[in-house]
């Protein structure tokens, strides 16, 4: 299993990341999910004069169709170097960073979210950086529960989360730990798939 260490994909003693040696994409790429959490945040919340932070922004898609439709300022950030590189590619502004640690308290509008949401037992977990996209952890809720404890804190009194989650993740279990860290909550959109239904939840923080 490769030691990425300094988490940026280099092992740090010469040796590729898995992800290299596979030949495989390293950035998640807009899918259903990324179209429905775009499109639920702006046809919901987002105004333009909103500043709004796209947590997890990946390839800068739900950033940078959130900005062009709405008009909104959109700053992305990603845990990922790949990723902060491929959204800055795609013109989204970018700081690489987990969760939403570096940025003031109450400095966003909206925070929009499409998270790592799958259940996934610990002997299926990989280590790449598809891995931190796609895997939630054992219950789904993996950086779904930290994301929630942290981003009340940038959001401006009466801001808006849109968050995307699957039935697969336990809504009522994200939706009771949104309410215990303070927000009101709704489902604003769904969206069946396969194998599972996907929603945005609207969680309101506290005017
Ligand atoms: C499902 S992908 C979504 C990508 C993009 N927003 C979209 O909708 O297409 C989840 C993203 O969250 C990022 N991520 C995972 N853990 C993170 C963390 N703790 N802080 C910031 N980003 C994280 C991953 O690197 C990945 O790019």
Do not use: K
């Not at 299993?1 to 790429?29: I, K």
């Not at 989360?161 to 009522?172: A, C, E, F, K, M």
């Amino acid at each position: 299993m490769t030691d990425d260490t300094h988490g940026d994909g280099d092992t740090g003693d010469g040796r590729p990341r898995l992800a290299q040696l596979r030949d495989v994409e390293t950035v998640y790429q807009p899918a259903e999910d990324s179209r429905l959490l775009a499109e639920t945040a702006t046809d919901h919340g987002v105004g333009s004069g909103d500043l709004v932070l796209d947590v997890g922004t990946g390839s800068g898609y739900v950033a940078a169709r959130v900005r062009e439709e709405t008009g909104a300022r959109v700053v992305g950030t990603d845990i990922s170097p790949d990723a902060c590189r491929q959204a800055s590619e795609a013109g989204v502004s970018v700081v690489r960073a987990n969760l939403v640690a570096p940025f003031r308290d109450e400095q966003f509008d909206i925070v929009v979210c499409n998270p790592p949401y799958l259940p996934t037992p610990p002997d299926q977990e990989w280590d790449d950086p598809m891995e931190r996209a796609l895997s939630g952890g054992e219950d789904g809720r993996a950086m779904v529960d930290p994301f929630l404890a942290a981003v009340g804190r940038v959001l401006a009194p009466g801001g808006q989360v849109y968050l995307l989650i699957s039935t697969l993740t336990g809504p009522d279990a994200v939706r009771e730990t949104a309410r215990a860290a303070g927000f009101e909550t709704a489902v604003v959109a769904t969206e069946s798939q396969p194998f599972e239904r996907l929603l945005v939840l609207e969680l309101t923080a506290a005017a």
